[in-house]
């Protein structure tokens, strides 16, 4: 439901956010290897995190 006009979403787009110059994350993130690409927590990138979490959520309807 929107809270303006209390009327339901039928569509919710995700938006994966990347970019900047990565300047807290450097010497790990330079112009060869962005930051996005960084496989810092996990088995995947900061990148391919959230796509795979959109993913999960196109699973579960």
Do not use: Y
């Amino acid at each position: 439901m929107t809270a303006e006009n209390s009327q339901p979403m039928d569509k919710v787009t995700d938006a994966i956010h990347c970019g900047g110059f990565g300047n807290r994350l450097w010497p790990l993130s330079h112009a060869g290897l962005p930051k996005q690409f960084l496989v810092l927590s996990d088995t995947t990138s900061l990148f391919q995190q959230p796509i795979d979490f959109a993913e999960f959520k196109l699973r579960l309807n």
